[in-house]
């Protein structure tokens, strides 16, 4: 099914922001990988365990009763559809899901977190941000992002610079056509009159710059794009409500691991302190259950949602996450599990021969 959605999308959508939404950096192996690593494992289920139907509910700083997949942040949702983000957005509300609107979303995060709340009054939408070099603008965000009603703040680290997306480069596709723009960067401090501010990257910024927007902001702060153990050590250190072990899907530095090769280092580390998410490469719902065994307390999803809202707008969407969760609640009652937790690492082994090594 996501399959189907996938090929409607890319028939519906100008080939350059196919590209756009599909591609990766570099030769694109951190994207393949993504997906490789989740083939690559097997689920050891529990039986006779007496656990009944399982309670999908996740509880997270920002979001006390979601569902276990949550829209990951991407950017430019009207490219996809007319509709963009505000499409997403109902979509997610009424899957109970996440939405982390992107601070690149074609839609104003005030539009966003309205759509959802027409949906669910008490929709959870959070935003995510690059933080801006440019005084002033880091803080206007915020409280635009407080303002609209988000619950949290997701802090994107993974990108010191933009990635060097090699599809873009080929289509020369580096801004968006007339009729769509970043719509949460417009009057800003800096910004051109009538004009969006370019969003910066800054390889300056430090763990004091995720001090000072803490400092700054009552709401729960995540670190997006964690893979390095000792990171996900430090953003507990530092306060941070959450990790999001990610590698941007694919998008930023080509030589990473998958991310959810990355995980159980990460799991590890944190050592339950705060929660970990994890996106990238998540096609189905026994990718959410695995990632769950491993340590992850919820899973995003970015490219998917694009599929969806671009076959069908909202509808589509709300088909990507129906799928999703419908598989990820069935597989896990048949691994025995009575709710998202309850599973442990030992359940998930490598696919092969050297599966079942450690009980031989
Ligand atoms: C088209 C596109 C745009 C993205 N834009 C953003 C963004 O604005 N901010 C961000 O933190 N991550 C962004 N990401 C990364 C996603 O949040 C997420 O890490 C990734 O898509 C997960 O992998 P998946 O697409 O395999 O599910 C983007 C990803 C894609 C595919
Ligand atoms: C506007 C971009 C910075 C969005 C992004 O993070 C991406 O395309 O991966």
């Given at each position: 099914?996501?399959?189907?959605?996938?090929?409607?999308?890319?028939?519906r959508?100008?080939?350059?922001?196919?590209?756009?939404?599909?591609?990766?950096?570099?030769?694109?192996?951190?994207?393949?990988?993504?997906?490789?690593?989740?083939?690559?494992?097997?689920?050891?289920?529990?039986v006779?365990?007496?656990a009944?139907?399982?309670?999908?509910?996740?509880?997270?700083?920002?979001?006390?009763?979601?569902?276990?997949?949550?829209?990951?942040?991407?950017?430019?949702?009207?490219?996809?559809?007319?509709?963009?983000?505000r499409?997403?957005?109902?979509?997610a509300?009424?899957?109970?899901?996440?939405?982390?609107?992107?601070?690149?979303?074609?839609?104003?995060?005030?539009?966003?977190?309205?759509?959802?709340?027409?949906?669910?009054?008490?929709?959870?939408?959070?935003?995510?941000?690059?933080?801006?070099?440019r005084?002033?603008v880091?803080?206007?965000?915020?409280?635009?992002?407080?303002q609209?009603?988000?619950?949290?703040?997701?802090?994107?680290?993974d990108?010191?610079?933009?990635?060097?997306?090699?599809?873009?480069?080929?289509?020369?596709?580096?801004r968006l056509?007339?009729?769509?723009?970043?719509?949460?960067?417009?009057?800003?401090?800096?910004?051109?009159p009538g004009?969006?501010?370019?969003?910066?990257m800054?390889p300056?910024?430090?763990?004091?710059?995720?001090?000072?927007?803490?400092a700054?902001t009552?709401?729960p702060?995540?670190?997006?794009?964690?893979?390095?153990?000792a990171?996900?050590?430090?953003?507990?250190?530092?306060?941070?409500?959450?990790?999001?072990?990610?590698?941007?899907?694919?998008?930023?530095?080509?030589?990473?691991?998958a991310?959810?090769e990355a995980?159980?280092?990460?799991?590890?580390?944190v050592?339950?302190?705060?929660?970990?998410?994890?996106?990238?490469?998540?096609?189905?719902?026994?990718?959410?259950?695995?990632?769950?065994a491993?340590?992850?307390?919820?899973?995003?999803?970015?490219?998917?949602?694009?599929?969806g809202?671009?076959?069908?707008?909202?509808?589509?969407?709300?088909?990507v996450?129906?799928?999703?969760?419908?598989?990820?609640?069935?597989?896990?009652?048949?691994?025995g599990?009575?709710?998202?937790?309850?599973?442990?690492?030992?359940?998930?082994?490598?696919?092969?021969?050297?599966?079942?090594r450690?009980w031989?």
């Open positions: 099914m996501l399959g189907e959605l996938r090929e409607k999308a890319r028939a959508l100008d080939p350059v922001h196919w590209d756009y939404f599909e591609g990766g950096a570099g030769a694109e192996t951190a994207l393949a990988e993504n997906l490789r690593a989740f083939a690559r494992l097997a689920l050891l289920p529990r006779l365990r007496g009944g139907p399982p309670d999908l509910a996740v509880r997270l700083p920002g979001a006390p009763a979601a569902g276990p997949v949550f829209v990951a942040p991407t950017a430019f949702h009207t490219l996809a559809h007319p509709e963009g983000e499409a997403t957005a109902r979509a509300a009424a899957a109970d899901a996440v939405m982390v609107t992107s601070m690149a979303a074609t839609t104003a995060v005030a539009d966003v977190a309205a759509a959802a709340r027409e949906v669910r009054a008490d929709a959870a939408v959070w935003f995510q941000m690059y933080l801006q070099p005084a002033g880091t803080e206007a965000l915020v409280r635009r992002a407080e609209a009603g988000c619950t949290a703040l997701v802090v994107t680290a990108s010191p610079v933009f990635g060097r997306h090699s599809r873009d480069d080929r289509n020369d596709f580096h056509p007339p009729g769509h723009v970043t719509q949460n960067m417009l009057g800003l401090p800096g910004a051109p004009r969006p501010l370019d969003i910066a800054s300056e910024l430090s763990w004091a710059d995720l001090r000072r927007l803490r700054a009552g709401l702060v995540w670190v997006k794009g964690v893979l390095h153990p990171d996900a050590r430090l953003a507990a250190d530092e306060g941070a409500a959450g990790v999001i072990v990610s590698n941007h899907g694919g998008r930023q530095l080509d030589a990473v691991p991310a959810v995980l159980p280092a990460v799991a590890e580390a050592g339950g302190r705060i929660p970990v998410l994890l996106d990238g490469g998540v096609r189905s719902g026994a990718d959410v259950v695995a990632a769950l491993l340590g992850a307390a919820a899973v995003g999803v970015g490219r998917p949602v694009l599929w809202l671009a076959a069908s707008g909202e509808a589509g969407v709300a088909q996450l129906a799928e999703l969760t419908g598989q990820a609640r069935h597989v896990l009652t048949l691994c599990a009575r709710d998202c937790r309850d599973l442990t690492p030992d359940q998930v082994v490598p696919r092969g021969p050297e599966g079942m450690r031989r």
